[in-house]
């Protein structure tokens, strides 16, 4: 007889801290924080509640847990920094094309739990600094006169396509943004990219 590892879940095959917070982002993201409670996650993830309580403390932990699996958009790590920056929009532009986006989770997040010191509220806190960051960096990488200012453009352009996208159900904004940005990196950079 095989021993079952009680650690994995036996259908998803996955450890069941993943299982159960994949289980709890896709309901969160889908129907809201506030109005599914953890027996619900319980259930769908077909674990008990004292399971679910062994790996997540807390729904707040569980929240937290869940936001960090929630769907993202994979930002390019490989050519030039300019390429990059075009391919974090491309990126954009294919993962609402591909996926059955409904708005950022980040926002999400934001909106439901106004208390800035949970948990959930934290990471989103650290996602929107290091995709900042990730910004900065390029912008820095390409000799932009104001990496600063070059990092804040880019960011707030994403964002607000992202945003306008998913309102209008078209990649249309995501587009006109991918556009924008080629404009302010030829303004804001002084030579070829």
Not at 18 to 33: C, M, N, P, Q, T
Not at 136 to 155: C, K, M, S
């Amino acid at each position: 007889m095989q021993a079952v590892d009680v650690n994995v879940h036996p259908r998803s095959g996955r450890p069941l801290a993943d299982h159960i917070a994949i289980v709890a982002a896709d309901l969160f993201y889908r129907e809201g924080i506030h109005l599914v409670g953890v027996d619900r996650v319980a259930a769908e993830a077909e674990v008990t509640k004292r399971t679910l309580y062994r790996h997540f403390r807390s729904k707040d932990a569980l929240v937290a847990a869940a936001l960090r699996r929630s769907p993202k958009i994979r930002f390019p790590r490989e050519g030039t920094p300019y390429a990059q920056i075009i391919g974090a929009f491309r990126a954009m532009i294919a993962f609402l094309e591909e996926s059955a986006y409904r708005g950022c989770p980040w926002i999400i997040v934001a909106a439901e739990l106004t208390d800035p010191r949970h948990p959930a509220r934290i990471i989103v806190n650290d996602l929107v600094g290091k995709r900042r960051q990730w910004w900065y960096d390029r912008a820095v990488e390409t000799g932009a006169a104001h990496p600063d200012l070059l990092a804040e453009q880019l960011d707030v352009l994403f964002d607000g396509a992202l945003a306008n996208s998913t309102k209008r159900g078209v990649t249309t904004p995501a587009e006109a943004a991918l556009a924008a940005a080629e404009a302010l990196l030829h303004a804001a950079v002084p030579v070829a990219c």
